[in-house]
């Protein structure tokens, strides 16, 4: 059993939390990931390391309540227990012998983005963050990004903070006035993703991207988290989650990811329906 030790809600649909689990908090790094489930008869999700201390044995995580499971691990207090978390799981973004390089992040992506931002900051790298969301309601994680980021430019749908439009806008501006990015590394919803890379790509600035579909034992074992990059078959859990973005096929990822959208939908409303029930019978 792993104890939550602190929780903050950080909009509407986001909570971040920090579990007690020592033995993760000792070897995890930057832009790897753990799956856990809330309870033994849970689901397991794999969720990315949004931070630790090794010094506490703790591992920040950071997710967005869309389905069933995020919605009972949601419910959880300070001082409560999820059954299991297991990791670190997959492969740390390379972050070695980069001098400046370019940070996107969308929506709820920004939390994994920002170890991978504050690792950089730390190695001495020139970090250029851009953040996007849909609106200032939804926005996360402002002053942990401002601490690393020799330039942060948050983009809202509506223009309600930061300016209004899409991440790739000042991205492009930022290329084409002459930006030498090293790298530019990518974290978010998988259309952003792909037109980061559309972005990019004529300039032929080095592009990555961390990909985190559909995952069930995160070993490879399963096949559930494959992908297809380079023309090659290859398992985010095992391989990545970080990818070329010039190799990777964003509209077959896509359109696996949405294959059990409406399975997503029925859990949550069901699980919400039995939290309606408990608070009604008391």
């Known amino acids: 059993m792993y104890k939550i030790i602190r929780k903050k809600v950080l909009n509407p649909t986001v909570v971040m939390m920090d579990i007690d689990a020592p033995l993760v908090a000792r070897k995890a790094e930057a832009g790897q990931f753990i799956i856990l489930r809330v309870d033994d008869a849970g689901e397991r999700i794999p969720l990315t390391v949004a931070g630790y201390s090794r ?75 851009i953040i996007g969301f849909r609106s200032k309601d939804l926005l996360i994680l402002e002053d942990e990004f401002k601490s690393c980021s020799a330039k942060l ?16 806008a000042p991205l492009k501006e930022a290329i084409e006035a002459g930006e030498a990015y090293d790298e530019v590394i990518a974290i978010g919803p998988l259309v952003m993703m792909k037109f980061v890379v559309a972005t990019t790509k004529p300039f032929g600035v080095k592009t990555t991207v961390s990909m985190n579909p559909i995952m069930i034992d995160g070993t490879g074992m399963c096949g559930g988290c494959r992908l297809t990059v380079g023309g090659e078959t290859k398992f985010a859990c095992v391989d990545g989650p970080d990818f070329d973005g010039f190799l990777v096929d964003f509209d077959e990822a896509m359109q696996r990811g949405s294959m059990y959208g409406e399975f997503e939908r029925h859990a949550y409303e069901d699980t919400c329906n039995l939290f309606k029930e408990a608070r009604e019978n008391g």
Request: net charge negative; aromatic share 4%.
């Open 153 to 168: 430019t948050i983009m809202t749908d509506d223009g309600s903070y930061g300016e209004k439009g899409v991440v790739t």
């Open 55 to 129: 010094e506490e044995g703790t591992v920040k995580i950071i997710f967005q309540v869309v389905g069933a499971t995020t919605k009972k691990l949601s419910a959880k207090e300070e001082g409560e227990f999820i059954c299991d978390f297991v990791g670190p799981l997959g492969r740390p973004t390379a972050t070695e012998g980069l001098k400046k390089v370019c940070i996107v992040g969308g929506g709820v992506g920004c939390a994994i983005a920002l170890p991978v931002a504050q690792k950089l900051h730390a190695l001495g790298c020139e970090v250029h963050s």
